[in-house]
């Protein structure tokens, strides 16, 4: 049965992202959900986030063919449930990744909860530094252990462990037990490009971003999420990292599609000099970086646009781009943990809980590549900001529950959205896309991280 988007969430993200919204009402739903009916209405910020970025490529697909209207899009809710939880379904030569690492989680401490990540080593080695836990490993390389982490959390308060492990280069968030300030969902700036908006060519039908090149600056989740979505409808995606920060090489085959991977140094002339010949024929930059992180390299959107005109330039980072903490590292399940949400998510004895995704990171990335789209439908020369800290003052504040379909639907089950194919990691099991338009499913799959060449194709 196929159910009628009403405006509701669709309208309101579409909205944010400067369409009109009759437009969005094109959207409609099709299956079960699969989320769950926790306190949160997190089946509607996932197919919504799913439903304008179907619409977003519609439109562009649309405005580059030369037609008028937008066509209507069916998303499929088994399609956007099993792509949300998509670093859970990912098997590497059959073997499951390790999502969050044994350091990373809830821990009591004397007057309330605080939530670690440590999965990134650099992250790990700081958290276990500053609370003097056990340097054990055969390799000298910090070692700790959760009974350790447990007892030197519990004698401290939450906000406590938290300044001094941010302040020693790790992460940990006093859980909040109220939501967290408002912050706006994306914030757009446009600027023309000469005296009229950029032409875009014709591309082929179904493949919006076909002939655009996409500067990838961004790791972890939702940027990644947000670029290999790009890459799926047609776009040139170019990934690159910096030689001194690692990436798991699971997350990499789980975000690693659509886009190719290298690295440079932009603290060294000759990296720099050919990350420079690369962003002078980009159509699109994309970054995931905390705000003023490339600014000093002179990389801020302001001098990005006035560097090349008609470029969109799309921005993400945790916190939001103002108030004290816009400055601070950040992942999605801290941000939960210090917007509120945990605390919303709590068991009966109080120990905080989790949303059923990771739906603030996935969310915003759907968002993003719809940011992006609109960007270009609309001429080119604009900066977009998104948060994941905007998309969960969205969730906790303005979402409301929508229709559900009636009962008797059948109950999400992820395996008609699964897929096998071979990588330069060996044979994936791996969620498809769940974008309503354009093609079903990458024509590339991940290459190793940070091993293509740093060139356009």
Not at 176 to 204: F, H, N, T
Not at 310 to 321: F, H, I, P
Not at 433 to 456: H, I, K, L, Q
């Amino acid at each position: 049965m196929v159910i009628k988007g009403r405006g509701g969430a669709a309208e309101q993200a579409w909205v944010a992202l400067g369409g009109v919204p009759e437009v969005a009402r094109r959207v409609r739903y099709r299956g079960a959900g699969g989320f769950g009916d926790g306190p949160l209405p997190v089946r509607e910020l996932a197919r919504a986030a799913v439903g304008v970025c179907s619409l977003a490529a519609a439109e562009l697909d649309a405005v580059r063919a030369g037609r008028d209207e937008v066509p209507e899009v069916v998303v499929d809710e088994g399609a956007v449930a099993t792509a949300f939880v998509s670093e859970r379904h990912l098997r590497v030569d059959g073997r499951a990744p390790v999502v969050f690492a044994p350091l990373s989680g809830f821990w009591r401490a004397a007057d309330g909860w605080v939530r670690t990540h440590a999965n990134y080593p650099h992250h790990r080695a700081a958290l276990v530094r500053v609370l003097g836990l056990t340097d054990g490993s055969p390799d000298g390389s910090p070692e700790g252990s959760s009974d350790e982490l447990a007892a030197a959390v519990a004698g401290r308060k939450a906000a406590e462990v938290q300044e001094a492990v941010y302040a020693g280069g790790g992460l940990a968030v006093a859980v909040a037990g109220r939501y967290g300030a408002p912050q706006p969902l994306v914030e757009r700036v446009s600027r023309m490009w000469g005296d009229r908006p950029r032409a875009l060519p014709q591309a082929p039908e179904g493949l919006p971003m076909a002939g655009l090149r996409v500067l990838d600056l961004t790791r972890v989740i939702a940027g990644p999420v947000a670029t290999r979505t790009l890459g799926l409808l047609g776009a040139d995606v170019l990934r690159i990292d910096s030689p001194r920060l690692p990436e798991a090489d699971d997350a990499h085959a789980d975000t690693g599609f659509g886009k190719r991977s290298a690295r440079l140094d932009l603290a060294d002339p000759a990296d720099r000099a050919v990350f420079d010949r690369l962003l002078d024929e980009a159509d699109v930059v994309v970054t995931g970086y905390r705000p003023g992180t490339l600014d000093r390299y002179g990389l801020g959107a302001e001098e990005l646009l006035d560097r090349r005109p008609g470029l969109v330039v799309a921005q993400l980072c945790a916190w939001g781009w103002s108030g004290e903490w816009a400055g601070r590292r950040g992942f999605d399940s801290l941000v939960q943990a210090g917007y509120g949400i945990s605390a919303a998510y709590a068991a009966p004895d109080g120990t905080p809980g989790v949303l059923p995704a990771q739906a603030l990171d996935h969310g915003t990335g759907y968002l993003v590549a719809a940011g992006v789209m609109r960007a270009l439908s609309a001429g080119g020369g604009r900066s977009l900001r998104f948060s994941l800290a905007g998309t969960a003052s969205w969730l906790v504040r303005d979402l409301v529950r929508e229709d559900t379909p009636p009962a008797g639907e059948e109950a999400h089950a992820p395996d008609p959205w699964l897929r096998e194919a071979d990588s330069a990691y060996g044979r994936l099991r791996y969620a498809a896309p769940p974008v309503a338009f354009g093609p079903g499913d990458w024509s590339r799959t991940p290459s190793r991280w940070g091993t293509d060449a740093p060139v356009w194709l």
